[in-house]
């Protein structure tokens, strides 16, 4: 059983900064890629940043030159800095992750934490 636990979410004005964390524990092998989601009221879910186990990262066009994504591969966690914030950046953000689990046979799975809320006041 793997989990992932996001945090850091919250209550930030217009241009305020927020860094999220999202933490995997459980029988992991290895990560391969994670990332981070958000999905606004009445919308789908879409994909904010993601990042390899090799540290290659992926930004969608909405948040590329505000935000940034890094990981600890030592401590299983991936971090999301967000700056300049906006109100359309209003959501609940969610990290997914693919990892090998440690149990035999070797098997590739997908996880996603429960969500945590950012919401962008102006």
């Known amino acids: 059983q793997v989990q992932l636990v996001e945090s850091g979410g919250g209550l930030v004005q217009v241009g305020e900064s927020l860094r999220l964390s999202c933490a995997a524990s459980?029988?992991?092998?290895?990560?391969?890629?994670m990332g981070w989601y958000r999905q606004a009221p009445g919308k789908q879910r879409e994909l904010v940043a993601s990042i390899t186990n090799g540290g290659s990262t992926n930004y969608a066009d909405s948040v590329k030159d505000r935000c940034t994504v890094s990981r600890d591969n030592a401590k299983n966690t991936m971090y999301l800095q967000m700056n300049n914030l906006k109100p359309v950046d209003t959501a609940v953000y969610y990290c997914?992750?693919?990892?090998?689990?440690?149990?035999?046979?070797?098997?590739?799975?997908?996880?996603w934490g429960q969500g945590t809320l950012v919401t962008v006041s102006s």
């Open positions: 997914n992750a693919y990892y090998t689990g440690s149990r035999l046979p070797r098997r590739t799975l997908e996880v």
């Open positions: 459980g029988s992991i092998f290895s990560i391969n890629a």
